[in-house]
């Protein structure tokens, strides 16, 4: 199993940044996806997760209708949009396969090195 993040980036408050998550080495359509970040001095934290179909997702309460989760079964993608990015969301972020087929219950089963992201002005 290996997962690939891409999209690092140092931003202002308010504008956007896209991450992508490469994945292969195991059926991924067949798998619930997610996105952790982990700020400095912090414990790590569920930001959004996907179904493996895409069509269900669910996202932390302080980054929803700001950040968007979405999968390309077909390239083995997930993505992760976010807008009008805060300081507070500077972070590393992690993609990781979910141990389980659910929104609500979730564990990084396999996850990715991660990719910073900046939020300053």
């Known amino acids: 199993v290996q997962l690939v993040e891409s999209g690092r980036g140092l931003v202002q408050p308010g504008r956007s940044l896209s991450l992508s998550c490469a994945a292969s080495g195991f059926a991924f359509s067949g798998y619930y996806m997610t996105w952790y970040r982990q700020a400095p001095a912090k414990e790590r934290e569920l930001v959004a997760v996907?179904?493996?179909?895409?069509?269900?997702?669910t996202y932390v309460a302080s980054v929803k209708g700001r950040f968007t989760i979405s999968r390309d079964n077909a390239k083995n993608m997930v993505l992760l949009q976010m807008f009008r990015l805060k300081p507070e969301d500077t972070g590393v972020y992690y993609c990781c396969r979910n141990r389980y087929a659910a929104l609500d219950v979730t564990s990084c089963e396999y996850g990715g090195q991660g990719t910073q992201v900046t939020v300053s002005s």
């Open positions: 996907i179904s493996s179909r895409g069509g269900d997702t």
